[in-house]
Structure formats: structure tokens, C-alpha cells
């Protein structure tokens, strides 16, 4: 792919589900390309993939293919991330990456363009891409705290097993169709491979995503409420969340309850706000029965916000239902998003 100007660009993780989908973002948008580059693990390199109608092979990702690189799309894993990136960021490329290795790190902007594009700024060559429950509910929660103030925030996820990788897909559609059949099944991946124990999905619910930890929260529970803290500048935020994966394969949908700072608010003015943010899309007819759901999120870059409505015992208290494709804004799409803000920033140049 070479055009007289442009960008220079590496994914990395490019044959994996989200790499693959930050390869379908960049070919929809106009970010200026000059170049780019497919990269995975030893196993996938040889693979040719498709760009705007060019064939490319994927390479083996070494610290050497970042030579040349301006902008540097990571989802392979924590891992490689942590052995790569740096490597990246040494040869002059800014990494973008979509793991939770760097999230936490103080000297990492955090970033959901919609609430803290300004943070790309502080940037010291790595920008963490949050966990994909945490981005679609932030992007719904700043306008509110914008306009009213927050004081609490409660979330309950209802996590699409894409959240989990292919095989955890494959495992689901495998379950499903061995209990039509009346079949034994035999549960290996969720809710966490390396565990010892596992179950099933397949017309299940299963209240566990990632390893718990000693306070008894699930560790995609702890990264829900010490990113939202982050983002949001709001460190004394009280943040509480209960993730759960259901079985369905994309999309994820949250039932966010909060409480702003400003008294005698109305449901309908934070329906107003949302028709008017960025990113969102209100679905909110009650009585024509039009709400969010995860299957009609698949595939769009938007965060959808529906059921909004003011609690009946608290009157700062409001509740909402929020859904977006995990794959798209809760990775692919905010890393793009990233990607173009640094250009219009100033923080990237295009080069001749």
C-alpha cells in the first residue's frame, strides 16, 4: 500500500479477531496511509491478508519490523506488548495498545476520545486503549458528568463471549448445538482457561470474567472501576461492578445505575443529553418498545444508550442500559479513533 503521503502503520495481533477488525476500520476511514504492515506471532506470519485490495503478507513481529513506523496498533496480547511495545516506542513509532498491560501505568494516557482526547497530549510514546466494557460506559457516563456531576456509579455487565477470544466463540456454538442434540458436553474454556474448573455457556450465564482476586472482585470487575477512575480524572469516584458473560457471541450490554451531584434533574434532560453526544445513538421509546440490544450493535462504531430512567427511591439516582460492539468501539474502532486524534492533534505527522 503506498500513497505520495502518508502515514506509516503496523498492526500487531493483525490475524486475531480484534486485529482483524482495526484492518476492516482502517480500510473505512480516511486516515492518510502510506504504508502498512501485518504482524503476528511465528505460528501466523506467512498468511496473506487483504487491504483495499492489495494482498499483503503478515510478518513475524520482531523489534525490527517497527523501523519506519509512525503509528503502531497493538492486540496480541499482554505479553507481546510488554516485550514489543517499548521496542516500538525506541524506533521512533507511537504505540496504540489494546492489552491491559500499560492501563494502570501513571506515565500511559488512558483514552476514549470522546471523554479525554486532551490526555494524548501527556503521551510518552505508549497509549493504553481501555477494556471494552469500561469504554462504552464512560463514553455514556461523560456527558452526564459534564452536565450534572457524578457521585456514584453501579454496572452490572452482560458480556458477549467474543470478549473471551475465537475458541471461546467455537466452545459456545459447540455447547449449543451438542445440548440441541442432547449430547454430553465437556466445558474447557470459560470462565477462564487456566482455571481449574470451567462451565458451561451454551444457555448459561456465567457471573465470572477473569481470575478473582482477594477482594473477592473479578479482575475485569477491578479494571471496569480503577480505569473508569482514571479516565474520568475522578479517583474518589465511587465505582462498583459486577461482570457477568452470557452466551452471545458480539456485544456487550450494561446496566449502569448513578447518581449525579445536581439535584432535581429529569430523566428526559439526560435523554437530551445523550441525542446530542458524540458517539452515542439513543434508542429510548418505551412505548414503542425500542431499546439497545446487542445483536443490533454488531457491526456499528456507536455506543448505544436506552432505559433511562430516574430511580424511584433516590432523586439524584438515574438508571441506564448501554450497549456496543466489543470488537468495534470497545477496541478496533477506539484504537483507530486514537489514531486519528493524534493526527489531529499535531502529536503524529504525515509524512512525504
Known amino acids: 500500500m503506498t500513497e505520495t503521503q502518508g502515514l506509516r502503520i503496523a498492526v500487531v495481533g493483525a490475524t486475531g479477531a480484534v486485529g482483524q477488525q482495526m484492518i476492516s476500520t482502517l480500510e473505512q476511514r480516511d486516515l492518510p496511509i502510506k504504508k502498512i504492515i501485518f504482524l503476528s506471532s511465528a505460528r501466523s506470519a506467512g498468511i496473506k491478508l ?15 519490523s517497527f523501523e519506519g513506523i509512525d503509528i503502531a496498533l497493538f492486540s496480541a496480547g499482554g505479553s507481546v506488548s510488554r516485550e514489543l511495545a517499548p521496542e516500538a516506542v525506541k524506533r521512533g513509532a507511537i504505540v496504540v495498545d489494546n492489552t491491559s498491560a500499560f492501563r494502570m501505568d501513571e506515565n500511559v494516557p488512558l483514552v476514549v476520545p470522546e471523554v479525554n482526547e486532551e490526555d494524548l497530549k501527556q503521551h510518552n ?41 475465537a475458541a471461546a466463540i ?49 479482575f ?21 461492578a459486577t461482570c457477568v458473560r452470557l452466551p452471545v457471541v458480539t456485544g456487550h450490554s450494561e446496566s449502569v445505575y448513578i447518581e449525579v451531584e445536581k439535584e432535581g434533574v429529569a430523566a428526559s434532560q439526560i435523554k437530551d443529553l445523550m441525542r446530542m453526544a ?11 418498545q425500542i431499546y439497545p440490544t446487542p445483536a443490533s450493535s454488531v457491526g456499528k462504531n456507536d ?6 430512567r430516574k430511580d424511584l427511591d433516590e432523586d439524584k439516582g438515574f438508571h441506564l442500559w448501554v450497549v456496543s460492539d466489543n470488537l468495534l468501539k470497545g477496541a478496533a474502532w477506539n484504537s483507530v479513533q486514537i489514531a486519528e486524534s493524534l493526527l489531529k492533534l499535531g502529536l503524529v505527522t504525515v509524512k512525504e
Open 278 to 288: 458524540p458517539g452515542i445513538v439513543l434508542e429510548d421509546e418505551p412505548e414503542q
Open 220 to 240: 475485569e470487575e477491578m479494571k471496569m472501576i480503577n480505569e473508569t477512575k482514571k479516565i474520568m480524572h475522578m479517583h474518589d469516584l465511587p465505582v462498583a
Open 170 to 218: 467455537n466452545e459456545l456454538k459447540e455447547q449449543a448445538r451438542d445440548l440441541l442434540d442432547e449430547k454430553e458436553i465437556d466445558p474447557k474454556i470459560l470462565p477462564v482457561k487456566g482455571d481449574e474448573k470451567h462451565y458451561q455457556i451454551a444457555f448459561n450465564v456465567i457471573p465470572q470474567i477473569d481470575k478473582f482476586q482477594d477482594n473477592g472482585y473479578t
Open 125 to 165: 510514546g505508549i497509549i493504553a486503549n481501555p477494556n471494552c466494557s469500561t469504554i462504552q460506559m464512560v463514553v455514556a457516563l461523560e456527558p452526564i458528568r459534564q452536565t450534572y456531576g457524578l457521585s456514584k456509579v453501579v454496572v452490572s455487565t452482560y458480556q458477549a463471549v467474543s470478549g473471551a477470544g
Open 50 to 64: 487483504r487491504f483495499k485490495g492489495e494482498e499483503i503478507e503478515v510478518q513475524e513481529a520482531k523489534p525490527e
Open 303 to 308: 455506543v448505544f444508550v436506552g432505559r433511562i
